[in-house]
Structure formats: structure tokens, C-alpha cells
């Protein structure tokens, strides 16, 4: 069975600090990892995407993978109250569907 | 610019009856997927097709079928609705690198 974890939340954070949110994966041959932002009421959208071992950093976020520890991560600096969402956290082996966690709700206060 | 639509947005049946969602893609991606959202369960897939006439069960593909006649197209069938089957449905697709775009989903009410 494989599975993805998170944090369900809420994780609240005050605005400008860095929001950090975790996930962990359950099988070893997982290739493809992703974190999408949702939004209540709307789709998840896919923010970051990361291949292999180490930091991957888009404006804001950064993503790290550790495939040893079955581990990966998104940072958020500077949180903005606009970053309030749900985030998914999903993982990918080649040629299967994609597992998704149940996400981590995230809340930035002002 | 390439987009992935969904249709109807909203809708309300009766318990028995047949419902069809609609899901189109033009980002010409050979992957389509159709998910389930309720509260406490996350995603839960349903069905998925890595080209034109292959399809697959997911998780939760109890009660629902699909059919993939042409790359754009994946439409959902509900053959007998069920009050259980209140959701919110989305429809997603993807290429080989497997990044999924997500529709902007359908709520399903069935009463």
C-alpha cells in the first residue's frame, strides 16, 4: 500500500515568517514528487515539482527532497495571508497514478 | 492557451438516476484521471486512461465507468446515482513527466 503523509493542521503561522510543511512517503522506488496549493472551493494547483535529492527554490518556495529519509518538504518565506490554502503533498512511481496525502491546512495571520 | 474544462460546474440528480460528467482537456496530454474530494478522505481516484482507448478502476471505482474514444476527452458516468456519491469531482491530466493539471471541478449533489 502506499501512502503519503501530512500533517493535517491547521498549521498557523504570523505573516513574514516561514511556514514549513512535511510529508513522508511510504515507497521506495517513488520518483516524482509534488506540492499542490488548494484553495477552499477550488482545484488543486500545482505550485512545485522536484526530481531528485536537495533543494529546488521557486520566488518564495523551496522544495526538498531526501530520498533516504522517505522525506519531502515545501518552505514558504515570507508568508502572505494570500498563502492560506490547503497544501497536497503527492508522490509519483513511473507509469502509476499519482498518491496524494490529505493535506496540511495552512493559516497566515496578519 | 491550453486549459483542462469541466462540465457541469454544479448539478443535482435523484438517487437512480444516470449521470454523465464531462471532462476536456487541450493541453493534448495522453494521461487523464477523474478524482472524488470529500471532507477527511483528501483525493480519492476513480478512474484513469494513459491513452485512447485504455482505461483503468481506481480506488473508489465502484458504481462509476469511463470511456476514452479521443485524447481530449475522459467523461465519468454515474450508472445509478447514490446519495454517497455526493462530491466534488475533478478531473485532471497529465503528460509523461506525470505533473497533473487539475479542472476546476464539479459538485455533485444527489438527493
Known amino acids: 500500500q502506499k501512502e503519503v503523509e501530512q500533517n493535517s493542521g491547521p498549521l498557523s503561522v504570523p505573516e513574514g515568517a516561514i511556514a514549513s510543511l512535511n510529508c513522508t512517503y511510504s515507497?521506495?522506488?517513488?520518483?516524482?514528487f509534488f506540492w499542490y496549493r488548494q484553495y477552499s472551493g477550488k482545484s488543486p494547483e500545482l505550485i512545485m515539482s522536484?526530481?531528485?535529492?536537495g533543494d529546488k527554490e521557486d520566488g518564495r518556495f523551496t522544495a526538498q527532497l531526501n530520498k533516504a529519509s522517505q522525506y519531502v518538504s515545501l518552505l514558504i518565506r515570507d508568508s502572505q495571508p494570500s498563502d492560506s490554502a490547503t497544501y497536497l503533498c503527492?508522490?509519483?512511481?513511473?507509469?502509476?497514478?499519482?498518491?496524494f496525502g490529505k493535506g496540511t491546512r495552512l493559516s497566515v495571520i496578519a | 492557451d491550453a486549459e483542462i474544462t469541466q462540465s457541469p460546474r454544479h448539478k443535482i440528480t435523484e438517487t437512480g438516476r444516470q449521470v454523465t460528467l464531462a471532462c476536456h482537456q487541450t493541453?493534448?496530454?495522453?494521461?487523464m484521471f477523474w478524482y472524488r474530494q470529500d471532507l477527511g478522505h483528501g483525493l480519492r481516484l476513480i478512474h484513469y486512461?494513459?491513452?485512447?482507448?485504455?482505461?483503468n478502476k481506481g480506488e473508489v471505482s465502484d458504481g462509476y465507468s469511463v470511456s476514452r474514444s479521443n485524447t481530449e476527452d475522459l467523461p465519468l458516468t454515474l450508472e445509478s446515482a447514490a446519495s454517497s456519491q455526493t462530491s466534488v469531482y475533478f478531473c485532471?491530466?497529465?503528460?509523461?513527466?506525470?505533473?497533473?493539471?487539475f479542472g476546476p471541478g464539479t459538485r455533485l449533489t444527489v438527493t
Open positions: 503527492a508522490v509519483n512511481i513511473a507509469n502509476t497514478p499519482l498518491v
Open positions: 485532471a491530466s497529465s503528460d509523461f513527466q506525470a505533473e497533473q493539471y
Open positions: 515507497d521506495r522506488g517513488s520518483q516524482s
Open positions: 486512461s494513459y491513452g485512447v482507448q485504455d482505461t
Open positions: 522536484i526530481y531528485s535529492n
Open positions: 493541453w493534448n496530454h495522453n494521461n
